[in-house]
């Protein structure tokens, strides 16, 4: 289709930060954890960075080496003696062995950055599929809770009006009481009647008391 090819034209324009050296991006996984794939691919990366990391430390050691090679078989060149011919031609084998592996591996740096490239481009794809999934979820699983919280409210409001009735009820009930068995009974009843709401109760005695 052209948009994918547009959009996979215009990601290949993009420069893609080093992921796994971003304190940020690892943050990205806090609460679900990497899943295997990214985990693969950040060893991955991992390891290139780190072999490129030590290639350059050996191509340094190696162009010492080189120099000190260098300048041996420059000494010994006018040398005559058994000695010094044998020790010239060992540190040409050496050298000749130091330009071959220092070749090999500014050939494989040359080829590093590419492939470490790649596999960052691949861990960013990686990554916001995981992000745009993670973000799809949690937005159904936020509509579900709103619908939820809409429910409880519609239900929260019909238990207010019903609490209301039962305590209208109550107050009733209670004043009724009073007015047909007097306070005296009913005091006597309260104490072995006592499991219900005082609060209640107690405003409705003081407006039977009002009432006297």
């Not at 893609?16 to 990205?28: A, T």
């Not at 780190?50 to 420059?74: G, H, P, T």
């Not at 740096?109 to 973000?135: G, S, V």
Request: contains cysteine; hydrophobic residues 35%; charged residues 40%.
């Amino acid at each position: 289709m052209a948009g994918d090819k547009d959009f996979s034209k215009a990601l290949a324009n993009i420069k893609v930060p080093m992921l796994i050296l971003d304190q940020k991006w690892h943050r990205l996984f806090a609460l679900g954890g990497k899943p295997d794939e990214v985990k693969s691919l950040e060893a991955q990366e991992k390891d290139l960075l780190e072999r490129e990391a030590s290639l350059k430390k050996e191509l340094k050691d190696l162009k010492k080496v080189k120099e000190n090679l260098q300048s041996s078989v420059m000494t010994n060149m006018e040398g005559t003696s058994d000695l010094v011919s044998k020790k010239l031609d060992d540190d040409k084998r050496l050298l000749e062995e130091c330009l071959e592996r220092i070749s090999k591996a500014e050939d494989e740096l040359l080829d590093l950055p590419a492939q470490t490239d790649e596999c960052n481009r691949n861990l960013m794809i990686l990554t916001m599929d995981y992000c745009y999934d993670k973000l799809r979820t949690n937005s159904l699983e936020a509509d579900e809770i709103t619908e939820w919280i809409k429910d409880i409210r519609i239900q929260l409001k019909k238990n207010v009006i019903r609490k209301k009735n039962r305590e209208i009820n109550n107050k009733e009930i209670y004043s009724y009481m009073h007015d047909v068995f007097g306070m005296e009974v009913l005091n006597l009843f309260d104490m072995q009647n006592g499991d219900f709401n005082l609060n209640i109760v107690d405003d409705q005695l003081t407006e039977a008391e009002e009432k006297k």
